[in-house]
C-alpha cells in the first residue's frame, strides 16, 4: 500500500493564486515541496503519523439532522429532540455535516453554522460546490469542486472566518478527515494524502484504491467509499482493517458512501431514496457495529446481517427516506416529511423521532454518539414483509419483488399464511399480484394453511363473496403430494366462481392426487366440458381424463372419444384423431 | 303400479295442486321476465370469465310458464331419434313437445346428458327432462345448475323446478348461493315450485341476501308461522313480491289458514292502496277458497278510494267483524284450518 509521492506536488503556489481569487485572502498557502511526486513512501510515514496520533482522542460530533427546503433554506435539529432551527441563505448544493459544523454555500458565498444551533460561525467568498468537511472543533476544512468542474480545491477556516490554508490541485480531491491538525485527503479516487495543516506540507501518503471519502466514526478515523478502512497501525499494511458489506441484489443498487468526489445538489437523488447505512466498528477487528447495515429504498427500510447479507427486519415507512446514519444500536432515518426516525438495529422497532418541522427536499444526517434502541419485542419478519407488499406506490414496485422473494424464501410455515393472507386479500399492488400468486405456488411447507383456505367457498348467501387463490393452492398441494387437497380441489373445479386459468391448475393437481372418493366429480367435469372448444378448460379436461384413466374409468374417455360430443381441441390434448376421422383412442 | 294408482285416485287433487302451480309458474315466469334483470342488479352478481352470452342458445320451452299441451308422440321413432347423433336435436325437441308423455324417455335422455353433450343439445336435453317432469330426473340435471354456461345453468335451474324432487331441492338450494344472480333468483322461483319446506330458513336469508324472489316461494311452502313471519317484513319487499307473495299464499292447496290470509290481503292493500282495485278484483274471481277470504278480496277490490289504509297491517273492516282466531299451533308446513 505504499505509493510513489505523485501527484500533490503539483499543488503549487501558481494554483494558490487561483484560490486565492476564489475564496478571499486569507491564511498561510502550501508549500510547493509539501506534495513533492518523486519523493516515494514505503508507507512508514503514514505508519509514524498513525502511532503519532494513536494516542489523539478525536471529538465526537454533533447528532443532527439538517434538512434542505426550497432553494435557500435550512432547518436542523438536534438528534436528541430539541427545538429545530432554521437557515435562510441561498443554497447551490447540498450541505454538508461534519463535527460541529454544517458548511453550505451559495451565490458565491460559503457559510458555516454550528450544528447544534444553526447560528451562523463564519461566511466566505466562495464558488463551486462542498465535497466534503472536516472539522476538529477549531478548523474546518473544506473540500471543494471548483467552479470549472475540474480539480479540487481545499481549504481550512478557524472558527473565526479566517483562512488558515489553502490547497487548489488538478486531481480529484475528496471529502477530507481531520485529526488533531492533520487533515487526510483521498485523490484520485487512489490515495490518502496526510496533511500537516500548520507546516502546509505533505507528511505521508498511502495508496487505498477505490477510497474518495475520509470520515471519523464513533472516535475513529476511516477511508473509504464502497468499503472502510480504519486509520489504525494497519493502514499502511496489505491487511489493513477494511470491512465492505456483503452484497445484496437490492433495487437502483444502493451504496453505502457517495463518492467523495462528487458534489451533491441540493434536492435529493435516487441514491438518497436508495442507500447502505452502516458503522465500521471503531476498534478491534474490521467489521459493522452491532453485525447489521440498514437498506432503504424509498418507504421502505430494511436492516440486513452485517456478514451474510440475510434480511433480518423490514420498516415501512409513510413517506420516503431521503438521508440517514448509523449509530450504535441503531439507524437515524430522515423523511421526506421532516421527521428522524430511529431504528433498533437488531429489530427494526421504531425506537423514537425527532422533528424537523417541514417537508424537506435533502436530509444530511449525523450520528456519532448519540444513541437510542428500542425495548419491543421484534415483529415477525413475515409480516413485516407484507407490510412492505402491501405499499400501494407504484415506485415501491422493485422492492417489493425483492421483499416477495426474500418472504417466498422464508422457510417459516408461517410464510405460507402470509402469502395466502395478501392472494386472498388482493393486498398487493395491481402489478405485483401475479407474482404473489406465483410466489404462493412455489411454496412447498404451509399445507395446513393451503388446506384451510381451499376449504373456503364462494357462498352468496352467507355473504361469502371472495374465491381463494385456487391455481396456486393447487400446484403448491400438488407439488407436495398433498392428497388431502383432493376432494377440496374437486369442489373448485366443478364451481364456475373458479377462474378458468384456476380450474386448469386444479385439474392438473387433480391429475395426480385425486382418488377413487373424487372420480363423481371428475367425471361430472368431464361430461360437462368434453366439448368446450376453449383451451384453459380442454386442457384442463385432458388432465381430468387422465385421471379418470389412472383411476380406472379409461372406458368412460374411450367412449367420449367414439362420439361426436367431444371437441376436437380436447381430442387433440389427449392425443386423439379429430371426430369424423378413423383411430383409435389414447 | 303403485305411482299409476295414486296418479288415477288422486286425479282431483292433482288438478287443484296443478291449477295453482299454473299460476305460481305464470307469475314465476313474469318475474323471470320482467324482474330479474333489475333484480340481479342489486344482488351481488359478478360476472364470470367462460361464461357464454346470455342471447346465445337460451333455453326454449322450460322459461315458458306454462306447458304447453303435450302433443301426440311415437315414442319408438323419438326413442330411435334418440339413439343416433344426426337426429338427438330432433328428437330432444320431439320429447320436449311430448312432455310427460315422453316419460319412458327420460332414462336415455338421463344417459345422454350424464355422458354429456354439446351445449345446443345440452340444452335441449335439460329442456326435454323439464318438459317430461320426472324427478327421476334431477340427479342428472343438478350437476349442470354448477355449469360454467349461464344458459347451461339457467335451463338447469328451470328443469329442476319442473322435476322437482329432493335432488332438485338440494341443486337449487345451491343455486341460492351461486355468484350467478339470475340463478339465484331462478333457484328461488324454482324451490317455490319444487315444494321442499326444508329450503324456508335459506329463502328466508335469500330475502335478506337480496333475492326477493324468494318471497312468493316462501308464500308458497312455508309453514304458517313462516309465512306469519314473512307477513312481518312484507312491506319491506316492493309491491310487485308482496302481490306474487299473496298470490301464492291465496294459491296454496292445502289452504293456509284464513286469518293468515286475510292479514296477507290486508298487508298488500295497505302498500298498493287504491291504486290496485282492479287486481283484487281479478284475485277475487280467480279465487276458490274460502268465503270469508273471497269476501275480504271483494272488498279490497271495491274499498272506497279514502278507505284504502296505506301503512297497516289491520285486516279491511268487513273481513273482521268475527275475525277467527289464529290458529295457536299450526302444523308445520301445513296452513290453519280454513
Known amino acids: ?127 463551486g460546490c462542498i465535497r466534503g468537511v472536516a472539522d476538529d472543533g477549531r478548523v474546518t476544512v473544506v473540500s471543494a469542486r471548483p467552479v470549472n468542474g475540474r480539480g479540487g480545491i481545499v481549504i481550512a477556516i478557524d472558527r473565526e472566518g479566517q483562512v488558515v490554508r489553502q490547497i487548489e490541485d488538478g486531481s480529484n480531491i475528496g471529502a477530507p478527515g481531520m485529526i488533531d491538525g492533520f487533515v487526510f485527503l483521498p485523490w484520485d479516487g487512489r490515495y490518502v494524502s496526510a496533511y500537516d495543516l500548520a507546516a502546509g506540507d505533505e507528511i505521508a501518503r498511502v495508496q487505498l484504491p477505490g477510497a474518495t471519502r475520509a470520515f471519523a466514526a464513533g472516535g475513529a478515523l476511516f477511508f473509504g467509499e464502497r468499503s472502510a478502512t480504519r486509520f489504525d497501525e494497519h493502514v499502511a499494511q496489505a491487511g489493513a482493517t477494511t470491512v465492505t458489506l456483503p452484497a445484496r441484489e437490492l433495487p437502483d443498487h444502493p451504496a453505502w458512501m457517495d463518492s467523495g468526489n462528487d458534489a451533491l445538489p441540493p434536492g435529493a437523488l435516487v441514491s438518497d431514496r436508495s442507500r447502505l447505512y452502516a458503522r465500521p466498528l471503531a476498534t478491534g477487528a474490521a467489521g459493522i457495529v452491532g ?13 440486513f446481517d452485517a456478514k451474510t447479507g440475510v434480511l433480518a427486519w423490514v420498516h415501512t415507512h409513510d413517506a420516503s427516506f431521503l438521508g440517514g446514519a448509523a449509530y450504535e444500536g441503531g439507524f437515524a432515518l430522515c423523511d421526506a416529511e421532516g421527521r428522524v426516525t430511529y431504528l433498533d438495529a437488531k429489530t427494526g422497532a421504531v425506537a423514537g423521532s425527532a422533528v424537523l418541522g417541514i417537508p424537506i427536499d ?84 404451509g399445507a395446513s394453511f393451503m388446506l384451510t383456505t381451499l376449504a373456503q367457498r364462494y357462498d352468496y348467501l352467507e355473504g361469502a363473496l371472495h374465491v381463494p387463490p385456487v391455481g396456486p393452492l393447487a400446484d403448491a398441494l400438488a407439488a407436495m403430494g398433498e392428497k388431502r ?102 | 303400479m303403485k305411482r299409476t294408482k295414486r296418479a288415477t285416485t288422486g286425479g282431483r287433487r292433482i288438478t287443484w295442486r296443478r291449477r295453482a302451480t299454473i299460476v305460481a309458474l305464470g307469475l314465476a315466469g313474469l318475474l323471470s321476465a320482467a324482474s330479474i334483470s333489475a333484480q340481479t342488479k342489486g344482488s351481488g352478481a359478478t360476472p364470470e370469465k367462460g361464461a357464454a352470452p346470455a342471447s346465445k342458445a337460451a333455453p326454449k320451452s322450460s322459461a315458458s310458464p306454462t306447458k304447453a299441451p303435450a302433443k301426440k308422440i311415437d315414442l319408438a321413432l323419438v326413442s330411435a331419434q334418440l339413439s343416433a347423433p344426426a337426429t338427438l336435436a330432433l328428437g330432444l325437441a320431439d320429447a320436449e313437445s311430448a312432455g310427460s308423455k315422453a316419460k319412458t324417455l327420460a332414462p336415455r335422455i338421463e344417459e345422454l346428458l ?47 323446478a319442473q ?109 298498493t292502496g287504491e291504486l290496485t282495485r282492479a287486481y283484487f278484483s281479478s284475485l277475487e274471481r280467480n279465487y276458490w277458497g274460502t268465503a270469508r277470504v273471497k269476501k275480504a278480496l271483494d272488498a ?37 284450518t280454513p
Open chain 1, 1 to 127: 500500500v505504499s505509493a510513489p509521492l505523485r501527484l500533490p506536488g503539483s499543488i503549487a503556489i501558481t494554483l494558490v493564486l487561483s484560490a486565492l481569487s476564489l475564496f478571499g485572502c486569507g491564511g498561510g498557502q502550501t508549500q510547493g515541496a509539501a506534495f513533492d511526486n518523486t519523493k516515494r513512501d514505503d508507507g512508514t510515514a503514514m505508519t509514524a503519523l498513525q502511532k503519532q496520533l494513536a494516542s489523539v482522542s478525536i471529538p465526537r460530533a454533533a447528532d443532527v439532522a439538517v434538512g434542505v427546503f426550497g432553494e435557500r433554506s435550512l432547518v436542523g435539529v438536534p438528534l436528541e429532540g430539541g427545538k429545530p432551527w432554521t437557515f435562510e441563505h441561498p443554497i447551490a448544493c447540498r450541505p454538508v455535516v461534519a463535527g460541529g459544523v454544517v458548511v453550505g454555500v451559495g451565490t458565491d458565498e460559503m457559510f458555516g453554522l454550528d450544528a447544534r444551533t444553526g447560528k451562523q460561525l463564519w461566511a466566505r467568498k466562495a464558488g
Open chain 1, 291 to 303: 453485525d447489521r447495515y440498514a437498506a432503504t429504498s424509498g418507504r421502505v427500510a430494511m436492516g
Open chain 1, 362 to 445: 435533502a436530509c444530511v444526517v449525523q450520528a456519532d454518539a448519540f444513541t437510542k434502541t428500542a425495548a419491543d419485542a421484534p415483529r415477525p419478519l413475515r409480516d413485516a414483509i407484507a407490510g412492505a407488499l402491501r405499499l400501494p406506490h407504484p415506485d415501491a414496485e422493485p422492492i417489493q419483488r425483492f421483499l416477495l422473494a426474500e418472504l417466498t424464501a422464508l422457510p417459516d410455515e408461517a410464510a405460507t399464511e402470509t402469502l395466502i393472507r395478501l392472494v386472498d386479500e388482493s393486498a398487493a399492488p395491481v402489478g405485483l399480484a401475479a407474482d404473489v400468486r406465483s410466489a404462493l405456488g412455489a411454496r412447498r411447507s
Open chain 1, 485 to 586: 387437497a383432493a376432494p377440496l380441489l374437486a369442489v373448485h373445479l366443478l364451481d364456475p366462481v373458479t377462474p378458468v386459468s384456476d380450474v386448469e391448475r386444479a385439474a392438473s393437481a387433480l391429475e395426480v392426487l385425486a382418488g377413487p372418493a373424487e372420480l363423481p366429480a371428475l367425471q361430472q367435469f368431464f361430461a360437462a366440458y368434453r366439448e368446450t372448444p376453449d383451451l384453459p378448460l380442454a386442457m384442463a379436461v385432458a388432465h381430468v381424463a387422465r385421471a379418470l384413466e389412472r383411476l380406472g374409468s379409461g372406458d368412460l374417455v374411450a367412449s367420449a372419444m367414439r362420439d361426436p360430443y367431444t371437441s376436437d381441441l380436447v381430442r387433440s390434448k389427449l392425443g386423439a384423431p379429430a371426430a369424423g376421422t378413423k383411430g383409435p383412442a389414447k
Open chain 2, 114 to 160: 350424464a355422458k354429456g353433450l354439446t351445449t345446443d343439445l345440452t340444452l335441449a336435453a335439460l329442456s326435454a327432462l323439464g318438459a317430461i317432469g320426472a324427478p327421476t330426473s334431477s340427479a342428472v340435471i343438478a350437476p349442470y345448475v354448477q355449469h360454467r354456461n349461464a344458459d347451461v345453468r339457467k335451463a338447469a335451474a328451470l328443469a329442476l
Open chain 2, 163 to 271: 322435476t322437482g324432487g329432493p335432488d332438485a331441492a338440494n341443486a337449487l338450494r345451491k343455486g341460492l348461493r351461486s355468484s350467478d344472480a339470475t340463478l339465484r333468483s331462478l333457484s328461488a322461483i324454482g324451490l317455490g315450485r319444487a315444494g321442499d319446506e326444508q329450503s324456508v330458513p335459506d329463502l328466508s336469508r335469500a330475502i335478506d341476501r337480496g333475492i326477493l324472489e324468494a318471497a312468493p316461494s316462501i308464500g308458497a311452502i312455508g309453514s304458517a308461522t313462516q309465512c306469519d313471519e314473512l307477513l312481518a317484513r312484507l312491506d319491506k319487499l316492493p309491491i310487485d313480491k308482496q302481490q306474487a307473495t299473496l298470490e301464492a299464499m291465496l294459491h296454496r292447496k292445502p289452504a293456509l289458514g284464513t286469518d293468515l290470509l286475510l292479514r296477507a290481503i290486508a298487508k298488500v292493500q295497505a302498500a
Open chain 2, 300 to 336: 279490497a277490490a271495491h274499498a272506497p278510494k279514502s278507505a284504502a289504509p296505506k301503512d297497516s297491517a289491520a285486516p279491511p273492516q268487513d273481513a273482521t267483524k268475527t275475525p277467527p282466531p289464529a290458529p295457536k299451533s299450526p302444523a308445520k308446513g301445513k296452513g290453519g
